[in-house]
């Protein structure tokens, strides 16, 4: 038997919700050129090898790999400093 219990759904004791409500927004900030053009390049590799690995007719694949150029942009994304965590191989396509 299995329950399955959402986060937003737990409650304390006293029946009042354990979090908050969640209240996501987008905060729009300027990029330096150099960051704007970095985004650029990583966008369009993200968007070519994902392009690439669906031509490869293997949806298992095509899915791993379109989740980890996702994880990627993400990490370029939530912090620029990241790009400096990127495996060399990969950086190396990217400073391209």
Excluded: H, W
Excluded at 9 to 18: E, G, M
Excluded at 24 to 44: I, N, Q, R
Excluded at 48 to 74: H, P, S, Y
């Amino acid at each position: 038997m299995m329950r399955r219990m959402v986060k937003e759904s737990l409650l304390k004791f006293d029946v009042t919700p354990l979090f908050p409500e969640r209240r996501a927004y987008t905060v729009p900030y300027p990029l330096s050129g150099a960051e704007a053009a970095l985004y650029k390049a990583v966008t369009d590799y993200v968007r070519e090898e994902f392009n690439r690995a669906e031509a490869l007719q293997n949806d298992k694949r095509a899915g791993t790999v379109g989740f980890a150029l996702t994880i990627l942009q993400r990490r370029l994304a939530s912090s620029p400093e990241a790009i400096y965590q990127i495996p060399p191989q990969a950086a190396g396509t990217i400073r391209k």
